[in-house]
């Protein structure tokens, strides 16, 4: 079966940097994407990887090894409106998105 | 502001009631989909429509039934529903959803239905 898996819940401190890792087993590969939602708010796009490597957006940033079935998503200079689940969905053969359950991200002052 | 909206924003439905959900995109999109959200659970996707044709329908029961008029508007009617069946359902849209490429879904807001 198709599986994506993340922690469930992350906890850390304003200003420092946190990962949130996300391994996959898929029927094929056609990219990954991470998305934040907020509590009670539409999931929002940050990021796609499709090739091996580190895609850098601001604050954010996301890698991906395929060989490995893995991501991560990176977060510096942690703020507290990024208190948000963080979605990772990879795309497989059939273009169809498969989704993690999300990792809930705890900042504290 | 996605671009996606969706009305009601909350419902509460006894199982014999018959209810509509509405999405509405004004992104110029030729996909729309319905995504399921349950607490802790991954998204679970419902139905595809590219250029108002259903492409997918991931073993939905039928007591859900979609609706696209147009590619802008997206609908899913609700009868005789289920306790198991309150959860967050979600709208999205994108340019497609066929072939290789890098576009991402645009999401609603969401409706939270509760089904006593």
């Known amino acids: 079966g198709q599986n994506i898996d993340q922690p469930t819940e992350m906890t850390a401190t304003e200003g420092a940097i946190v990962q949130i890792n996300c391994t996959y087993q898929t029927s094929g590969f056609n990219g990954l994407f991470w998305y934040q939602q907020h509590a009670g708010e539409a999931p929002t796009f940050l990021s796609y990887?499709?090739l091996d490597g580190l895609e850098e957006k601001g604050r954010f940033s996301s890698f991906l090894s395929r060989s490995k079935g893995y991501s991560y998503l990176l977060l510096k200079e942690l703020q507290m409106k990024d208190s948000a689940s963080y979605l990772c969905?990879?795309?497989?053969?059939?273009?169809?998105?498969?989704w993690g359950a999300g990792t809930k991200l705890i900042i504290k002052p | 502001e996605t671009g996606v909206t969706q009305t009601p924003r909350h419902l509460v439905m006894g199982m014999t009631n018959k209810k509509s959900l509405k999405c509405e995109q004004h992104l110029g999109h030729n996909a729309m989909y319905w995504y399921k959200q349950s607490a802790k659970k991954p998204l679970e996707l419902m139905f595809v429509?590219?250029?108002?044709?259903?492409?997918e329908n991931n073993s939905v029961p039928s007591r859900f039934s979609p609706e696209c008029p147009n590619s802008s508007h997206l609908f899913l009617h609700l009868h005789t529903l289920q306790p198991e069946d309150s959860a967050l359902y979600l709208c999205a849209s994108s340019q497609t959803s066929l072939g290789d490429n890098s576009y991402e879904q645009y999401f609603g807001p969401g409706t939270r239905l509760t089904v006593t």
């Open positions: 990887n499709v």
């Open positions: 429509y590219n250029f108002k044709e259903q492409t």
């Open positions: 969905a990879v795309r497989d053969s059939n273009y169809q998105l498969i």
